[in-house]
């Protein structure tokens, strides 16, 4: 729970690395998935590219492109989840109830993508991994991005400076002389 009201750009920032911790988990899990299933991650970031609209932009390197457009709607996902850590941390909802809202905040996101957006603009994505794999993989984004807005809050609350906040949130000593 944060005690204060953020700025908009501290905000973003945790936002940012929210969504950084949430992309990063799925790609993860997706390649963890790929590995033990004998399929290729290689294949779902061209997909990404793909459905993104963005093939032609980086013709030779789909899955570079794929990543990179995967990454940065995390980080957007993941501001937008800031901001609601923030609305609701301002009312006094307790972590695991923040942490809840966050889960189903992608499940929603989930079900809008795979029932939604991608039968409508690139129905061959979603064959590419199964239902379950693609909601377990937006579950360990949640689970990411709300431990990453929790270190954030937790840090504010002990009211250590700003710039000491993403070494406290990792969990690192801060030096004595600092």
Known sequence: MTTGRLGS????KRGVLAGAAGGLAEIVWV???ATISGGNAANLARGVTVAAGVSAMLPA???TMGIAVHMAL???LGIALAFLWQALARRAVGVNSLT???LAALVAVWAVNFFVILPAISPPFIALIPYPVSLISKL???LAAAET???GAAAEI??????VRVRAASGRKRHPSR
Do not use: K, N, Q
Request: a positive charge; charged letters at 10%; proline letters at 11%.
């Open 61 to 63: 390197a789909p899955v």
């Open 140 to 142: 360990l984004f949640g």
């Open 74 to 76: 995390a980080m957007l």
């Open 9 to 12: 750009i501290e905000l973003i």
């Open 158 to 163: 002990v009211g250590l400076p700003p710039a």
């Open 31 to 33: 390649s963890f998935y």
């Open 149 to 151: 807005l929790r270190r």
């Open 100 to 102: 809840a809202v966050v």
